[in-house]
């Protein structure tokens, strides 16, 4: 007898091909029969009137710390996402020495916006190699895992602080390369490194002193595997560079034959031909022979400031920067400091006017502020007879700094550009950035505006195109061989949803995070049923007992 069987459904395979109706049962976890199921299952599911597509694959997160204390990545399930690639932009847990865990926390830290207190609160460092690490988060996993090696994590683990000072020595990288095939041969899917991040000293980080020798290396490491993905984020401040960056990855793919990943390639109406050329160069390196891909995602790169968390677009003015490194009654203070406002108006008025002309306002916490809602801050600014930064300053601390001012549609925000990108065969669906940044934005729930905006709204893609986007072809480039696609032998890994309905709801601002941190999050719209290597995790909008995940 089947465990599960799935009645009635419109089947949207994953591999781009038409939609049909049929039944599929599973059984053990694997999908045993597609088509018409005569036995009865243990359990059944009417899935009359919906879509089963296989299980959505999100491979750019950073869900590294949150797996620690939730198997679930929430809300990334929820959305029918049942894999996701965490590890990216070169960091990742493990491996670390006890003495290197908080350099690693730092960089977490800066980079990617999660607070040493989460840490501190959340992350036990049990563990030193890449194995232990991926043995800690194991048990309990709600969902699927495609661990990456960081290789500013592993750079520092063997160098110590001359990571970032200098290239490795023939034996340091021999010592790189021995960890990198342990860990694949524990499971790993691949590394990641980076050409544009900075630690919590403004410094690069470890894998940007990284010489071709040594990258070349460690994809030869890792192919050994007979698999491996290079993930990287390109120096994308200076379009020049980023081509290298592009041009490099197609050597490094050539040498070693692993495929290559770089994130974001975006739109931007600042340059509006960027993407353009990048795409370009990736076609090169394709032509060449080379495995390069490029990853966008659908939605606007919006985002919300809140003098009271972090924000990365407040990194380029250093005296804004600075206080924002304080605890927050001290950020009060010195945003409050009669002293300080000339200067900090000034410093604004150099850097930061043309981001505060198009911020709205957003949530509000105090009375005085309550009329202010839904106004753009210069708006708000003539109301109150003040310049933009003095403006945006009274109106936070009036909050104690909790005000959300939002940046929306200013990048990446162009249907008509952004969808050029999406249909691009070299151009996977990635870069959501799941899991960091949360107090500036969720990064969750791409699948949702990809199937509602472009598919229903727009029609600029089919049902079929988009869901192989989001699982067969993603499956294929990443070795991911028994994933992505309705058929028989494959992984149960399902997701049954109302095509009229499926979306991404509104962001909301809440306390769920270890360390008093904070966090946005988006609930889905339209799933039904998450499934993950044949368990019921979700359904009816509330989660199940049942963890099936693996690392894949």
Request: negative net charge; hydrophobic residues 40%; contains cysteine.
């Given at each position: ?6 009645r ?38 009417d ?8 299980g959505f ?17 929430t ?103 021995v ?15 980076s ?8 410094r690069?980080v ?22 491996g ?5 390109p ?43 990048s ?5 090169e ?18 985002m ?11 990194f ?26 000339a ?5 604004a ?29 210069s ?30 549609g ?59 986007r ?5 499956a ?10 309705v ?12 095509p ?14 270890p360390g008093e ?36």
């Amino acid at each position: 007898m089947d465990d599960l069987v799935i009645r009635n459904a419109r089947v949207v395979d994953g591999s781009g091909g038409a939609a049909f109706s049929a039944d599929v049962a599973v059984r053990n976890g694997m999908i045993s029969g597609v088509g018409e199921v005569a036995g009865q299952g243990r359990r059944e599911i009417d899935a009359r009137g919906q879509v089963l597509a296989p299980g959505f694959i999100d491979i750019h997160t950073h869900y590294d710390p949150q797996i620690c204390w939730d198997r679930l990545a929430t809300p990334s399930l929820e959305h029918g996402v049942t894999t996701v690639v965490m590890g990216n932009c070169s960091l990742s847990l493990a491996p670390v020495r006890p003495e290197g865990r908080r350099k690693l926390i730092k960089m977490f830290e800066k980079i990617e916006d999660i607070k040493e207190a989460t840490f501190d609160e959340a992350v036990p460092f049990s563990w030193e190699s890449f194995s232990d690490y991926m043995d800690h988060v194991r048990p309990g996993l709600g969902l699927n895992i495609g661990a990456l090696v960081g290789h500013s994590a592993l750079r520092f683990y063997v160098m110590g602080k001359e990571s970032q000072d200098r290239v490795a020595t023939d034996a340091e990288i021999e010592t790189m390369c021995v960890l990198l095939e342990q860990a694949m041969a524990a499971g790993a899917m691949g590394l990641s490194t980076s050409y544009i991040d900075i630690d919590e000293d403004n410094r690069p980080v470890p894998s940007r002193l990284a010489d071709m020798r040594e990258k070349i290396a460690l994809c030869k490491a890792m192919a050994k595997s007979g698999r491996g993905v290079l993930q990287t984020v390109p120096y994308f401040i200076d379009l020049e560079q980023q081509l290298a960056n592009i041009e490099e990855l197609g050597e490094l793919s050539l040498a070693s034959g692993v495929t290559c990943s770089i994130a974001p390639i975006i739109y931007s109406p600042v340059a509006p031909d960027a993407w353009k050329r990048s795409v370009a160069k990736l076609e090169e390196q394709r032509a060449r022979g080379a495995k390069v891909y490029g990853q966008s995602m659908p939605r606007s790169f919006d985002m919300n400031i809140r003098l009271s968390e972090t924000s990365f677009l407040l990194f380029g003015t250093p005296s804004w920067n600075a206080i924002m490194q304080r605890p927050v009654a001290e950020r009060i203070a010195a945003f409050g400091d009669p002293a300080a406002r000339a200067g900090l108006v000034e410093a604004a008025a150099a850097s930061l006017l043309p981001l505060m002309h198009i911020l709205r306002i957003g949530d509000t916490y105090s009375a005085e502020n309550k009329s202010l809602e839904g106004k753009l801050l210069s708006e708000a600014a003539l109301e109150l007879g003040k310049s933009l930064p003095d403006a945006m300053l009274d109106i936070a601390l009036r909050d104690g700094l909790q005000t959300e001012f939002q940046l929306k549609g200013a990048i990446h925000a162009d249907p008509d550009q952004v969808i050029q990108l999406l249909q691009h065969p070299l151009v996977h669906i990635g870069a959501s950035d799941a899991g960091a940044h949360v107090s500036q934005f969720c990064g969750a729930g791409d699948t949702g505006t990809l199937l509602d905006f472009y598919v229903r709204q727009r029609g600029d893609m089919t049902l079929e195109r988009a869901v192989h986007r989001l699982t067969g072809e993603v499956a294929q480039a990443w070795g991911m061989a028994d994933r992505g696609l309705v058929r028989e032998g494959y992984a149960a890994d399902l997701v049954i949803f109302d095509p009229q309905t499926i979306g991404r709801g509104e962001e909301q601002f809440v306390s769920d995070f270890p360390g008093e941190a904070r966090r946005y999050v988006c609930h889905a719209k339209g799933i039904d049923t998450v499934i993950v290597n044949g368990a019921v995790v979700r359904e009816a909008g509330a989660y199940t007992e049942a963890r099936a995940g693996v690392f894949v």
